[in-house]
């Protein structure tokens, strides 16, 4: 299945393991922000829901 | 105008650090390389240009946060924002105060460190044109770099990454013209493209560095 | 209708909302596709070997880590005519999703270069003009978290982003005629575009989507963050209030 890569195999996979890693890296970093500031803004949004009702 | 240049270079002056710190500086960056490098002639001749270049921007860079931040700190630059004369022109003094007390003592000492260097010969004269014509571009670039960081209680550093990318072009066609002109080869293109910067920084930056302190007295 | 009303916060929101799966699904595909097609079903260049596969990283992370500036200098330019925050917010958003790319450029181009030029960085003038670039992102990205008011803050970068423009593009000229001047580089030069042909092609075209599609995903993504940060600020500061 894995192809042929010669003498440059290193220097591939390497460049795809790298791109992967740093995009990996800002997805979830994304991701991870993203539910947290979600998740701060419902739990302010409730409290907020309470004093005003 | 003129009494607000005047104003400025005399409390730079008499402020004492911001006049002779640059100049110091600038020496000590010329002193280091080569004991960093070794004292073979060739090699400083060849790397003279950069290095004179790169000591003179840095020690246009260490004074720069000075430019706006005592006039904010005392309310004077509020005043000087609402005063009659436009904020653009206010901004445009404080770089031209900005260069004649960095920029121009460090093109007049150049030469003299040049020959710590082993600067070659033909070099001499473009060292101290391209420093002539290439700091008014440092001093109004850093201008605008202190304009954004005015508000700013540790703006130092931030100054610094804002400001140098900003001066790759200076900085590349300035030592271009001193390397060209110490091997003798025709200097007339990267001397206009250098002139064609600092022209164009010195007339339109300080719209942007007007505009960037508006923002921060807002 | 015009395309004003997608500048209302809580229309965008709505609006990204729904569209956020799909661009998620497609770039996903595309970026699966175009990879798995160039790594596995490409043959290799008679005089690059496999390094040639490095191409569907390196041209799409190139393209748009020029492009994520260019957008932030549009949503930039419309923050200062027009202040609507989330354009404002949406050139926040991208600028570290453009730093990324350009590390991604710079890091599989060195490993490119390794075993192509026997160096691992050489000073060409399309590196050296993307490590200004890189410096440009930082710049950029350090003055957002330096100030605390978030107009401020906007309209500072939008201004820094402006000069930054002209400078980037100042640089590029510079640095191409800095090592023209050095030495010629036209023998390390990129071969890119001129000597491809078709099998490289057609994957590359779906890897470019594929990362002008993630662009579009994680800017959609992160701009939703920013504007439920923001809101999180206004209700904290009502709360201070009551």
Redesign the interface.
Known sequence: MIPDLGKYAGAVLSSYAASILLIGALVALSLWRSARVKRALKEIEERQGKTNG | MIALLVRDLRLAMRAGGGFGLGLAFFLLVTVLVPLGVGPEGATLAKIAPGILWVGALLACLLSLDRVFALDFEDGSLDLLATAPIPLEGVVAVKSAAHWIVTGLPLTLIAPVLAVLLHLPEGGYLWLVVSLALGTPALSVIGTFGAALTVGLKRGGLLLSLLVLPLYVPTLIFGAEVVKRGAEGMAIATPLLLLAGITAGAAALLPFASAAAIRINLR | MSIWEYANPKKFMQTSAWALPWVTVLSVLCLLGG?VWG??FTP?DYKQ???V??IY??VP?AMMAINAWVMMLVTSLIWIVRRHHVSALAAKAAA??GM?FT??AL??GA??G??MWGTWWEWDPRLTSFL?LF??Y??YM??WE??ENPD?AA??TS??C???SV??I??R???N??NQ?LHQGASLSLDKEENVSDVYWFPLLICIAGFVL?FVT?VL??T??EI??R??QA??A??KL?
Do not use: C, N
């Open positions: 990879l790594f596995f290799d070997g496999s390094t596969k490095i990283l390196h992370a570290p999703i990324t590390l991604i890091v599989t490993i490119w390794q075993p200004i410096l440009f930082l710049g350090a003055l330096a100030i401020t309209d500072l201004v820094l402006m000069v930054g400078f980037a100042l640089s000229y510079a640095v005629f800095w001047g993630l994680l993504l992160r939703r963050t439920r940060a809101r999180i209700l904290q009502r709360e009551a």
